[in-house]
């Protein structure tokens, strides 16, 4: 167990295996934000929303950054929103996952990349996944999911429809094949 816990740590795509079949989890990847002894939690990172940001996160009429996504962030606490970012502006608010990807942000500060044109890619996550003390790593010696560095490069280039099987095309081997199998098996 102890090899795993170094293997699950801050700054890794979690990647969901074929195994898990439905809801929130089914092909979905998440980058995994803290992971101690006492427990883990992590943003699904491949979910879309369509849905109007709250008139209060706005300061003009529309959104000016082009970078803005949205992402339904995991099951627990839905209106809870989580930003994921690449600026590095203020490091005392955020948590440095990996090169270029950051959590965190206070309102003002929300308000300022949103509302700026040349503004740092924003994923606005909405809700967040946590696990129990073991629980991720006991899922994870049971094949519910692959690991993977993260990189910025996934998280705000790749589109989001595309992350899960792009992730396991770059694993390799067997991870590659996984990764053109239909989403619905009865179309096989």
């Given at each position: 167990m102890e090899d795993v816990y170094h293997q699950l740590e801050r700054?890794?795509?979690?990647i969901a295996s074929p195994e898990v079949e439905s809801g929130i989890f089914f092909r979905s990847v998440i980058l995994l934000c803290e992971h101690t002894p006492k427990g883990s939690f992590g943003v699904?990172?491949?979910?879309?929303?369509?849905l109007e940001?709250?008139?209060?996160?706005?300061?003009g009429?529309?959104?000016?950054?082009?970078?803005?996504?949205?992402?339904a962030g995991g099951p627990n606490?839905?209106?809870?929103?989580?930003i994921l970012h690449g600026s590095d502006a203020v490091p005392d608010q955020t948590l440095k996952l990996c090169d270029g990807v950051y959590l965190g942000g206070d309102l003002p500060f929300l308000q300022e990349a949103i509302n700026d044109k040349e503004g740092p890619p924003l994923l606005l996550c909405f809700g967040y996944s946590t696990w129990q003390a073991g629980q991720l790593e006991r899922e994870y010696l049971d094949g519910g999911w692959f690991l993977s560095p993260a990189k910025k490069e996934h998280l705000y280039e790749t589109p989001p429809e595309k992350l899960w099987a792009t992730l396991l095309r770059e694993l390799g081997g067997k991870y590659a094949t996984l990764s053109v199998i239909p989403e619905d098996l009865s179309l096989n």
């Amino acid at each position: 167990m102890e090899d795993v816990y170094h293997q699950l740590e801050r700054g890794t795509f979690l990647i969901a295996s074929p195994e898990v079949e439905s809801g929130i989890f089914f092909r979905s990847v998440i980058l995994l934000c803290e992971h101690t002894p006492k427990g883990s939690f992590g943003v699904v990172v491949n979910k879309t929303l369509d849905l109007e940001l709250p008139p209060e996160l706005l300061t003009g009429e529309e959104i000016r950054n082009p970078n803005v996504q949205l992402r339904a962030g995991g099951p627990n606490h839905t209106n809870q929103l989580m930003i994921l970012h690449g600026s590095d502006a203020v490091p005392d608010q955020t948590l440095k996952l990996c090169d270029g990807v950051y959590l965190g942000g206070d309102l003002p500060f929300l308000q300022e990349a949103i509302n700026d044109k040349e503004g740092p890619p924003l994923l606005l996550c909405f809700g967040y996944s946590t696990w129990q003390a073991g629980q991720l790593e006991r899922e994870y010696l049971d094949g519910g999911w692959f690991l993977s560095p993260a990189k910025k490069e996934h998280l705000y280039e790749t589109p989001p429809e595309k992350l899960w099987a792009t992730l396991l095309r770059e694993l390799g081997g067997k991870y590659a094949t996984l990764s053109v199998i239909p989403e619905d098996l009865s179309l096989n």
